[in-house]
């Protein structure tokens, strides 16, 4: 897949693409639905599968004290994009250039710079200044800026609308199991692995320890059963999210127990999956009582993955 950080006239490089609009924050099923959908369309008509969307929200810049949490980071999403078939990746940023941009002069910039033969969107996607425009004016105005249009119906489970917004207030809860099943895949955060306080190796758990950043969605404190994906490959693993009370540290993190592996990580990103919750955050009386629970933790995630 590659990636273009700029609008740049593409039209001649890639023949015919199929575009795929939306910020697609998580790429949740309700967003894979409106992308497999234009690979479709690109593999019928012999075209480009592309995305166009942004490398940052934009209430990032529109209204930054009410800018969402995202869900998964930008390395996440691409590689899902490719994943699902995308070719061609268009993740520009949003700028206040950009938000100033009249609904007839965004479709004009599909038109000039990329020349799609379609655009795919959800019914929720606007664009344009205040958001002006809308599904319905895609449909209308499509044709007059030369390719067409289709504006998929939302995606629903058990007779709910899946949403990145329901997704973040699923996953701040704890609802794990949930949030899953909206987003298709399991929830995952990944970044780079950090030196931590090396606690963990005198109780015989080494720990890769990940920041967690304000601006990303994560789960309430507790232990968790996750999959470990480095350089590609996945490695079963117990996490947890916490300030670690019993050492009484402040600074909230991700700190994840890699089962059966050894190897020097630090720097690396690492992806981690959250597959199911184990137990609440506890502070333990002594070091002998953690390393306890956390022999038991490693033995429930073992039992779980068995059954």
């Known amino acids: 897949m590659e990636i273009i950080n700029r609008l740049t006239n593409i039209e001649k490089k890639y023949y015919r693409p199929v575009v795929a609009l939306g910020m697609f924050d998580g790429v949740h099923s309700g967003h894979a639905a409106i992308i497999n959908r234009a690979v479709e369309i690109a593999k019928k008509i012999d075209g480009t599968p592309a995305v166009f969307t942004f490398s ?8 930054p004290e009410n800018a969402p949490p995202m869900i998964g980071s930008r390395g996440l999403r691409r590689e ?11 993740e520009i ?28 969107t959800g019914p929720n996607y606007t664009f344009g200044r205040f958001g002006k425009g809308n599904g319905r004016m895609l449909l209308r105005e499509c044709e007059n800026f030369g390719f067409k249009a289709e504006v998929l119906q939302a995606v629903t489970i058990d007779k709910k609308i899946v949403s990145s917004t329901r997704i973040r207030e699923l996953i701040a809860c704890g609802e794990l199991d949930e949030a899953n099943i909206l987003l298709g895949r399991e929830f995952t955060y990944n970044s780079q692995v950090v030196h931590g306080d090396r606690r963990g190796r005198i109780l015989g758990f080494p720990t890769a320890n990940l920041e967690i950043e304000n601006n990303r969605a994560m789960l309430p404190n507790g232990a968790y059963i996750v999959d470990v994906k ?13 300030n670690n009370p019993t050492f009484k540290v402040e600074r909230r993190r991700l700190e994840v127990f890699i089962d059966n592996f050894s190897g020097n990580i630090y720097g690396e990103e690492i992806s981690v999956s959250f597959i199911k919750k184990i137990r609440d955050e506890k502070k333990f009386s002594s070091v002998k009582e953690l390393k306890e629970q956390l022999t038991k933790d490693l033995n429930d995630a073992r039992d779980f993955r068995n059954r």
């Open 93 to 120: 940023p949003f700028t206040k250039d950009f938000a100033a941009k009249s609904p007839e002069e965004f479709l004009r910039l599909l038109q000039e710079k990329i020349s799609p033969a379609c655009v795919v």
């Open 80 to 90: 899902i994009f490719a994943g699902l078939g995308v070719r061609l990746l268009i």
């Open 56 to 63: 940052n929200h934009p209430l990032t810049v529109l209204n």
């Open 230 to 242: 480095i350089d590609g490959k996945i490695f079963p693993g117990i996490a947890n999210i916490g």
